[in-house]
């Protein structure tokens, strides 16, 4: 008897997306077959971000595509075990807890990034990646906070001057620049990420090695030449 399996993804950013299919294979290179398919797939740019699929074996592999209103078929999903998650859709899932405003497109390309760059990793998708619950936690800081800062709007501001009078109208989201600003310097503290970066100049070569110089300091970019 199948066994229902749900099976989580990211929503494709295409406007014309008319199907989903997902297939189940025994192992990670297959053969798979078809064993869903479904045209509710919502409207764009709210796709489906999760179908529950009848699978033969829980543990098999699942993988899916999508299909345009024109019958042309998109790549393939990379394969994923059943009753397994991805440290990507972990951390997803802990942002869309804390900020379900977010769109969760763009958190999984951030998280994608985040998880590469602070484990390390080529790939992030990759199964095996551990990660321990400080980790878990800043990494989902970072991802919610770049995520945030990727989505906000800064707003406008006009302004004119008549005579002596002037006068301003509009609003900047500054309160929202603090709070990611906040975000990101705790989910830097936690994994133990530095933002300080010094500038240090390059040893000067002056005519060809000719000239020499008195005195240099690095920390305030200066040479003196007599």
Known sequence: MPTAVRLDFVPPTQPDIAELHAEEGPTKDGSFVEIYQTTSVGVYPNYL??????????NDWFRIYWVN???AIGPYSEPVQGGTTTLVQTIVDRVMLRNPALNEIIVTQTAEWVIASTLNVADPYDPT???SYAQLEGMTLLTMGWSMFSTMSLGTTES???????????????????????IL????????????????MRDNCIAGGTVIPSG???????????
Not at 49 to 58: C, D, G, K, W
Not at 216 to 226: A, C, G, K
Request: aromatic fraction near 6%; glycine fraction near 8%.
């Open 49 to 58: 971000s999760y179908v529950t699929v009848p699978a033969q074996n829980p």
């Open 69 to 71: 209103n024109q019958g």
């Open 129 to 131: 990646l551990e990660a």
């Open 160 to 182: 004119y001057t008549a005579g002596l009078v002037s006068q301003s109208s509009g609003s900047k989201t500054t309160s929202g620049i603090d709070e990611i600003k906040t």
């Open 185 to 200: 310097e705790t989910a830097a503290k936690i994994l133990g990420i530095s933002y300080s970066v010094i500038f240090q």
């Open 216 to 226: 240099i300091d690095q920390s305030r970019l200066l040479v003196e030449i007599r």
